[in-house]
């Protein structure tokens, strides 16, 4: 079984700076790609950005140049750090992951950590 831990998040003021983090623990063999998504309501939930094993980055057009993704393969987490917050990245966070349980299966299954709520108000 595993499992994903997120810790982070608060309210923040426009142009503030948080940070997310995302641990993975359990028995599996590794973490194929990370990421974080996130949903407001009545919206689906949308890819903020993502992390290859080798450190390759995708973002969403929005947090471009604000946000940055990054990871500890040996720690088996991953982070968010956010800055210049604008009240449109109010939302619930959610980290994610694409783990192999053994050596055998290459693609892995997706596990989702239990949210994080965001708030960027004055």
């Known amino acids: 079984q595993v499992q994903l831990v997120q810790s982070g998040g608060g309210l923040v003021q426009p142009g503030g700076s948080l940070s997310l983090s995302c641990a993975a623990s359990?028995?599996?063999?590794?973490?194929?790609?990370m990421g974080w998504y996130r949903q407001t309501p009545g919206n689906q939930r949308e890819l903020v950005a993502a992390?290859?094993?080798?450190?390759?980055?995708n973002y969403a057009d929005s947090v471009k140049g604000r946000f940055t993704v990054s990871r500890d393969n040996a720690k088996d987490t991953v982070y968010l750090q956010m800055s210049s917050l604008k009240p449109e990245d109010t939302a619930v966070y959610y980290c994610?992951?694409?783990?192999?349980?053994?050596?055998?299966?290459?693609?892995?299954?997706?596990?989702w950590g239990q949210g994080t709520q965001v708030t960027v108000s004055s």
């Open positions: 994610n992951a694409n783990v192999r349980s053994t050596a055998y299966n290459p693609y892995g299954s997706d596990y």
């Open positions: 992390i290859t094993r080798g450190g390759g980055t």
């Open positions: 359990g028995s599996f063999f590794r973490i194929n790609n």
